[in-house]
């Protein structure tokens, strides 16, 4: 019964407790939610990522377009790579995920 640690952030992620990820996991894990393979997330994405993490209801529809508009730079209604760093602080508030620099 032997687990090989692997170096990608597996989804062990519980719905309590402070995390802690690095930027590169953070896009990784919020990568898992592109569900149309797009590389952009997209407002019911993030709803997933959210809901993933204990979120769920209106709240969370609420809480999904805050984070998109509160990152979108350039208004396409998506969150594309460069723009995930300004998720920062959204990851902190509503998702529990502390984004440390290593
Ligand atoms: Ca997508
Ligand atoms: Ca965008």
């Keep these: 019964?032997?687990?090989?640690?692997?170096?990608?952030?597996?989804?062990?992620?519980?719905?309590?407790?402070?995390?802690?990820?690095?930027?590169?996991?953070?896009?990784?894990?919020?990568?898992?939610?592109?569900?149309?393979?797009?590389?952009?997330?997209?407002?019911?994405?993030?709803?997933?990522?959210?809901?993933?993490?204990?979120?769920?209801?209106w709240f969370t529809t609420w809480k999904s377009g805050r984070g998109i508009r509160s990152a979108d730079d350039n208004r396409d209604g998506f969150i594309s790579d460069n723009e995930i760093n300004n998720l920062v602080d959204f990851a902190k508030k509503q998702l529990g995920v502390k984004i440390v620099p290593y």
């Design 1 to 57: 019964m032997a687990f090989k640690q692997g170096r990608v952030v597996k989804r062990s992620v519980s719905s309590k407790g402070k995390r802690e990820m690095t930027m590169e996991e953070f896009k990784l894990w919020l990568k898992e939610f592109d569900d149309d393979g797009d590389g952009r997330i997209s407002k019911e994405e993030l709803r997933e990522a959210i809901r993933s993490v204990g979120g769920g209801g």
